[in-house]
């Protein structure tokens, strides 16, 4: 076992920590948060409530930077791409669902004073920025959407917000510039409390009753694409500043 002490003191001086059986070792921040992201953005990371203390840099670097724009422009890109196959039909029931919240407008400048999602979340102050009604909107998906309402989709709007918001999100989408949706859908007095996943899911589920057919789903979070009802195609944007379960 003599061989191995010149490797493990190797490690230790070039790691600043011992490697263990669950190969724990200090890796560059950049490098671990990118794979942080990646587990998040593919829901392999579960629950999870704030942003690590390590990924915080990065988190705000890339949110404000090119990478977040262009992730986003190949979602939209991919989300036209599929629409495009889709034959529309003459009765007006081909649906297109749209999360709201870092889905169609940006909370980025909200987030900004916050941390980038290290802090925890607070009710109350977000839900003062909504009434500003001053998100702008993500282009990409800005973009998508009129090009979908060009090909005869139509647009439901589904958010985790709340009834007692409606004007406010009303106002803050036609300054970002979207109009014309088919309904906006927030939750009532009997979807309080509901897992979003689930209140989604009923919603859509409502949406199918009534004859649409959901062919495409956009949404930053799991919650809003996974449960039952789910679109043909759903697709999922960046969002590593919270997760919504």
């Known amino acids: 076992m003599a061989y191995l002490l010149p490797i493990l003191l190797y490690l230790i001086s070039t790691t600043g920590e011992i490697v263990s059986d669950h190969r724990k070792i200090r890796v560059d921040d950049d490098v671990y948060c990118e794979s942080w992201r990646f587990s998040v953005e593919t829901n392999d990371a579960g629950y999870w409530s704030t942003v690590p203390a390590r990924c915080v840099q990065f988190v705000q670097d890339y949110m404000t930077g090119d990478r977040y724009r262009y992730d986003s422009e190949v979602v939209a890109e991919n989300s036209l791409t599929f629409a495009k196959t889709v034959e529309i039909s003459d009765s007006g029931s081909d649906g297109w669902v749209f999360d709201i919240d870092e889905t169609l407008l940006s909370n980025l400048p909200y987030y900004q004073l916050i941390g980038f999602g290290s802090e925890t979340f607070d009710e109350e ?15 990409a998906s800005l973009s998508l959407y009129k090009e979908l309402k060009q090909l005869g989709f139509k647009i439901f709007l589904l958010t985790g917000r709340s ?18 949706w088919e309904r906006l859908i927030l939750r009532g007095p009997s979807d309080q409390g509901k897992p979003a996943i689930v209140y989604k899911s009923e919603k859509r589920s409502d949406l199918q009753h009534e004859g649409y057919r959901i062919h495409g789903n956009s949404g930053d979070q799991w ?6 009802a789910v679109a043909t195609r759903s697709f999922k944007l960046p969002n590593p500043m919270y997760y919504i379960s």
């Open 223 to 228: 919650s809003d694409l996974l449960g039952f």
């Open 163 to 180: 009834e007692y918001q409606r004007n406010a999100t009303e106002k803050n989408l036609l300054y970002a510039g979207f109009t014309n």
């Open 125 to 139: 102050s977000f839900d003062s920025w909504v009434d500003l009604a001053e998100a702008p909107a993500l282009p």
